[in-house]
T-cell receptor, first 113, second 112 residues
Framework: DADVTQTPRNRITKTGKRIMLECSQTKGHDRMYWYRQDPGLGLRLIYYSFDVKDINKGEISDGYSVSRQAQAKFSLSLESAIPNQTALYFC????????????FGPGTRLTVL | GESVGLHLPTLSVQEGDNSIINCAYSNSASDYFIWYKQESGKGPQFIIDIRSNMDKRQGQRVTVLLNKTVKHLSLQIAATQPGDSAVYFCAERRSKGGKLIFGQGTELSVKP
């Protein structure tokens, strides 16, 4: 969905490096999410935010941190990347309401050597 | 050590046939369900949703069926086309305003 953008789309880095993945949206949604996807597995929630001042841990938050700088921006950081953080990372947004349907960005493929 | 990824369930169908993709969910309190389609190299894309007070909902060429008795969700795709080849995920919401829980996914392959 072009309304949710992620940068970079691909990144190769080395163990121990700090990495930041950015997500921006023009959908006007208040809720934003970061997921990780590994081969053969479903999406696993890392962190989510329901508003600018709200940050919540998901099921696999260890080794990650997030920042919600504005309603439209939600960044994910790996403070010291390790090889098992090699994965596809997706940002998603939703609008508080009766369904909370989430809309996903195109993903960032991260490789940690 | 070497990591080995899990193999997704796969469904192979002939072009023009109907496809049925199944999903079992675990929480009887879940009130909302979504099907997503993920093509190679792209993010998941919303297809269709259904609330727990319904048992069927139709979209364009797709139908979602919900059986709350056995906690089962299915996605039916009519006249399957090569462009339907993708991984399909179901997701459930366990409480209003709650997070979505995603299934493992099923890979649909359409043979010409």
């Amino acid at each position: 969905d072009a309304d949710v953008t992620q940068t970079p789309r691909n990144r190769i880095t080395k163990t121990g490096k700090r990495i930041m993945l950015e997500c921006s949206q023009t959908k006007g949604h208040d809720r934003m999410y970061w997921y990780r996807q590994d081969p053969g597995l479903g999406l696993r929630l890392i962190y989510y935010s329901f508003d600018v001042k709200d940050i919540n841990k998901g099921e696999i938050s260890d080794g990650y941190s997030v920042s919600r700088q504005a309603q439209a921006k939600f960044s994910l950081s790996l403070e010291s990347a390790i090889p098992n953080q090699t994965a596809l990372y997706f940002c998603a947004t939703s609008l508080t309401g009766s369904t909370d349907t989430q809309y996903f960005g195109p993903g960032t493929r991260l490789t940690v050597l | 050590g070497e990591s080995v990824g899990l193999h997704l369930p796969t469904l192979s169908v002939q072009e023009g046939d109907n496809s049925i993709i199944n999903c079992a969910y675990s929480n009887s309190a879940s009130d909302y369900f979504i099907w997503y389609k993920q093509e190679s190299g792209k993010g998941p894309q919303f297809i269709i949703d259904i609330r727990s007070n319904m048992d069927k909902r139709q979209g364009q060429r797709v139908t979602v069926l919900l059986n709350k008795t056995v906690k089962h969700l299915s996605l039916q795709i009519a006249a399957t086309q090569p462009g339907d080849s993708a991984v399909y995920f179901c997701a459930e919401r366990r409480s209003k305003g709650g997070k979505l829980i995603f299934g493992q996914g099923t890979e649909l392959s359409v043979k010409p």
